[in-house]
């Protein structure tokens, strides 16, 4: 027979153990801290950063921050200010950032000391580096968790539309460029088997439509077990767009809201989009950059009275006389889009259209031609057109009003981005006029409108080159 204090000992040192292997293994708070950077409160010119990330690479060890000097300027944030790695900041210096917009400044003060952040903000005020930026920073500073699966992202950015997750897609390959992660973008209308390839692979920041990353995730073919970092983007587009059901499928995939990061960005605010929020982020912070109609001083407004059957001759003789270079040319049907843009090219004009009768491959290339200039004008309708986000198009024209004034703001918000400036021009025909005043009074203000000069109507051969 066994000694009882023996025993008593025995299991003593049993308990004991099991205390110890308990306490080493992770809990939910210590899950959590891990999820959670753990950075310090910033400082400038982060020798932190330096030392942490100068070897990463042979030729990173060429690169330093004395070959990124921004210089410090009363009122407004540097990257430098936020002691980022190094490698970011050489890929911040490549994609040709200096100073930080307000929500970029505004929202790293929280998201890159591990707070969720609900933004309320519009395209083109630079919202997409914002986050991009904390993902990144977050993946260089912090540790990985271990043995990555294959098809688990460990940031998971959600956008409504086809254009807007390519976009963001390239802006993150872009920051990405000498931090060395893995990007995947996942949307509907592209070849299905050559994206599920993709997936097989491990995977650092997935971008995706709601409705094809349900799809995979449902045939097992992602895990979201891992995610460490969301991001929901223009969320009030998702709830106009009936996604919802499917996001709110996709999220109860991921860890708790408590063990995760969120970022939620709406160009709106309304009740549900408040209620989503509540649901899915963690003790947020909140900031809110000024809307649209308030940031559109940057574009200078302007019309034409003109008969609709002299639009085109007056859009060619613009284009002619003015030298645009990079234009959007907003239609309301898909029709007019498409006879417009022939129109157009029967002028010797390089143009292209974009709206949702165009397949999706066609409309990537077509987006990629007009950024790098092969094409000179962009027609298109306005929900292809709300998924454009290209910086330095000089102009943008309503070739006819939309009947909401919100797409109006949309439209126009296509130029004059990020603090530069722009240029908008609408014709007025007979129907627009109806829809002007409404216009008018959501912006708060009046467009100047005036009769063309005679000569870009009467003296414009539209079938002919000059």
């Known amino acids: 027979m066994s000694n009882p204090s023996e025993t008593q000992n025995t299991s003593e040192q049993i308990n004991d153990k099991q205390r110890n292997e308990t306490n080493s293994k992770p809990s939910n708070s ?51 200010d936020f002691d980022l790695p190094l490698p970011l900041m050489r890929s911040i210096q490549d994609s040709g950032f200096e100073y930080c917009t307000p929500i970029q400044s505004q929202s790293m003060e929280h998201t890159l000391l591990g707070k969720d952040l609900i933004g309320k903000a519009q395209t083109g005020t630079g919202k997409t580096a914002a986050f991009l930026i904390s993902i990144l920073s977050y993946f260089l500073e912090e540790e990985g968790p271990g043995l990555q699966k294959n098809g688990a992202p460990r940031a998971l950015i959600i956008a409504p539309t086809r254009e807007l ?10 920051l990405n460029k000498h931090c060395g992660f893995n990007v995947v973008a996942i949307v509907g209308g592209i070849d299905y088997q050559r994206q599920r390839d993709q997936l097989k692979g491990q995977i650092d920041i997935m971008v995706a439509t709601p409705g094809r990353l349900l799809d995979f995730h449902q045939k097992r073919d992602l895990d979201l077990r891992e995610v460490e970092i969301l991001v929901l983007d223009e969320a009030d587009r998702m709830l106009s767009m009936g996604f919802i059901p499917d996001v709110k499928r996709i999220i109860r995939a991921t860890p708790k809201k408590e063990e995760r990061q969120t970022f939620l960005f709406s160009a709106t605010y309304p009740q549900d989009v408040e209620n989503l929020a509540a649901m899915w982020t963690y003790e947020p912070a909140r900031i809110e950059i000024e809307s649209e109609e308030q940031t559109n001083v940057n574009v200078e407004q302007h019309a034409y009275i003109v008969a609709d059957s002299d639009k085109e001759k007056l859009l060619i003789s613009l284009m002619r006389k003015e030298g645009w270079d990079r234009v959007i ?12 843009c022939d129109q157009l090219k029967r002028a010797g004009i390089r143009v292209a259209m974009l709206s949702g009768e165009v397949e999706q491959r066609k409309r990537i290339s077509t987006l990629e031609n007009f950024r790098d200039g092969s094409i000179q004008v962009l027609v298109a309708t306005d929900v292809a057109g709300r998924g454009i986000h ?17 797409d109006y703001v949309h439209r126009i918000g296509r130029t004059g981005r990020a603090g530069s400036l722009g240029v908008s021009i609408s014709f007025i025909g007979e129907e627009d006029a109806f829809v002007l005043p409404d216009i008018e009074e959501f912006i708060g203000k009046k467009i100047e409108s005036q009769q063309p000069d005679i000569s870009l109507i009467d003296n414009n051969l539209v079938d002919n080159k000059q």
């Open 165 to 174: 997750v390519m976009q963001i897609a390239k802006d993150a390959h872009q």
């Open 390 to 406: 290209i910086d330095d198009v000089s102009h943008v024209v309503n070739f006819t009003l939309p009947d909401d004034p919100e």
């Open 30 to 80: 210590a899950k959590r801290s891990h999820k959670r950077r753990r950075r310090q409160p910033f400082k400038k010119q982060g020798s932190r950063a330096q030392e942490a990330h100068t070897q990463k690479t042979q030729a990173q060890e060429t690169w330093d921050l004395s070959q990124f000097v921004v210089p410090e300027v009363e009122g407004q944030s540097r990257f430098h």
């Open 329 to 340: 040319v907003f239609a309301n049907r898909r029709d007019r889009v498409r006879v417009l």
